[in-house]
């Protein structure tokens, strides 16, 4: 299974922006990069996926580099609600494969007021 | 649509006990899949499924069974409970349908977890 690199934790202040970085240096061309977020006592979240190209949605962006080997998830205002454990995954488009998903360690992210 | 519902929330057991947790969808999901999350750990996969009666092992299998008989249901029997099962549960459920595809979303949706004891 291909694997990412996340910082453990990172700080941001309220309402400024938030660049949460992944590197996936084996990433298949059948892989999609996921990101998915934890609440304190809450189930994960899923937050927005990509193959290629840059996504964007109402809960964030995700920028990915032209050789795919990493991505950046980015929050454009982070807010006290945003403070959770932040999952950067990898997933197989091929579909007897795509069931898996492999969680790693995330990224805590702290957010001050 | 009630999403990802799991049951019980809670349950505390004695070892040697074995139990089921169940998990259910209403969306119609292919794949399926239950996590086990430790204390300050992260998730770790313990079985899958992507479809009616198709079932895979995930990374930590050992003390749990399961079957998929419908899409909707997914159960995790634990055979004879010990205290290292002692855990919070997630139930995970996903589509899979073709990028461009009016409505795609690749994204699972999770329960809200059971916390299982057992003392």
């Known amino acids: 299974d291909a694997k990412t690199t996340q910082p453990n934790s990172m700080e941001s202040n309220e309402e400024e922006p938030v660049h949460l970085p992944c590197n996936h240096s084996?990433?298949?061309?059948?892989?999609?990069i996921h990101w998915y977020r934890q609440l304190p006592s809450q189930g994960p979240e899923y937050v927005i996926h990509?193959?290629?190209s840059n996504v964007n949605n109402r809960m964030a962006s995700l920028a990915i580099a032209e050789d795919r080997k990493s991505s950046t998830l980015i929050l454009h205002r982070a807010t006290l609600r945003d403070a959770a454990v932040y999952y950067c995954?990898?997933?197989?488009?091929?579909?007897?494969?795509?069931?898996?998903?492999?969680f790693g360690q995330g990224t805590t992210l702290q957010v001050k007021p | 649509n009630a999403g990802v519902t799991q049951t019980p929330k809670f349950q505390v057991l004695k070892t040697g006990q074995s139990m089921t947790l169940q998990c259910a969808q209403d969306m119609n999901h292919e794949y399926m899949s239950w996590y086990r999350q430790d204390p300050g750990m992260g998730l770790r996969l313990i079985h899958y499924s992507v479809g009616a009666g198709i079932t895979d092992q995930g990374e930590v299998p050992n003390g749990y069974n399961v079957s998929r008989s419908t899409t909707e249901d997914f159960p995790l029997r634990l055979l004879s409970a010990a205290p290292s099962q002692t855990s919070v549960y997630f139930c995970a459920s996903s589509t899979y349908g073709a990028p461009g595809q009016a409505g795609f979303s690749y994204g699972y949706t999770f329960g809200s977890g059971t916390r299982l004891t057992v003392v």
């Open positions: 990509g193959l290629t």
């Open positions: 084996t990433i298949s061309g059948t892989d999609y």
């Open positions: 995954i990898l997933r197989d488009l091929i579909p007897s494969n795509t069931g898996k998903l492999i």
